[in-house]
């Protein structure tokens, strides 16, 4: 099973400047099948990024994703107030899924 | 518009069955994979498993094998999470979510249904 480890566990930034979320990938990953996610309290998680690098529909600009092999990239290149949430990356590989831990965004 | 609406939260004791389901509209349900996700309080998304509703065809991830059964009946575009004898540590919220066909990504996400295990 391919394990995924997202860096850092909380990031505290302010409103207006840029995160930039890490997620290692215990072995390659095929980059169609990486996907990153947002889940605010009490909500559902909501599909940001799919294929590494592809938003999903309704997603702004600013969240953008890269990455290739084991090593993938969430970055936010600035934070508007409704950004402040848990990121999750998730992967798929032989018939199984797996996320990572999760980042929390939180107001600095 | 893709729906995943699923019942509603639950209250349960230790050692009982339960049911869960998860119903889509919107789209070819059998069409598409459900999966099932946990969230213990507090914690991250788990993958549980996962269901073709066209054949019935169910994936689990080992951590889930034999502790849960994934169903669903296409005659009314629903999929099921079922538990034959609960614990305390099931208590979580359990999401279901569609599978985009090529990248395989979850892109619908039912809101979620609350399973608490008391006794």
């Known amino acids: 099973e391919i394990v995924l480890t997202q860096s850092p566990g909380t990031l505290s930034l302010s409103p207006g400047e840029r995160a930039t979320l890490s997620c290692r990938a215990s072995?390659?990953?095929?980059?169609?099948?990486l996907a990153w996610y947002q889940q605010k309290p009490g909500q559902a998680p909501r599909l940001l990024i799919y294929?590494?690098?592809s938003r999903a529909t309704g997603i702004p600009d600013r969240f953008s994703g890269s990455g290739s092999g084991t090593d993938f990239t969430l970055t936010i290149s600035r934070l508007e107030p409704e950004d402040f949430a848990v990121y999750y990356c998730?992967?798929?590989?032989?018939?199984?899924?797996?996320f990572g831990q999760g980042t929390k965004v939180e107001i600095k | 518009e893709v729906q995943l609406v699923q019942s509603g939260a639950e209250v349960k004791k230790p050692g009982e069955s339960l049911k869960i389901s998860c119903k889509g509209s919107?789209?070819?349900?059998?069409?598409?994979?459900i999966g099932w996700v946990r969230q213990m309080p507090g914690k991250g998304l788990e993958w549980m498993g996962i269901?073709?509703?066209?054949?019935?065809?169910?994936r689990y991830s080992p951590s889930f094998q034999g502790q849960v059964t994934i169903s669903a009946d296409k005659s009314i575009s629903t999929a099921y999470l079922q538990w034959s004898s609960l614990k305390a540590s099931d208590t979580a919220m359990y999401y279901c979510?569609?599978?985009?066909?090529?990248?395989?990504?979850?892109?619908?996400w039912g809101q979620g249904t609350l399973v608490t295990v008391s006794s």
């Open positions: 072995q390659s990953v095929s980059s169609s099948y």
């Open positions: 269901i073709y509703p066209g054949d019935s065809d169910t």
């Open positions: 979510a569609r599978l985009e066909t090529f990248e395989y990504y979850f892109d619908y």
């Open positions: 294929g590494a690098s």
């Open positions: 998730q992967q798929y590989g032989s018939s199984s899924w797996t």
């Open positions: 919107g789209y070819s349900f059998t069409s598409y994979w």
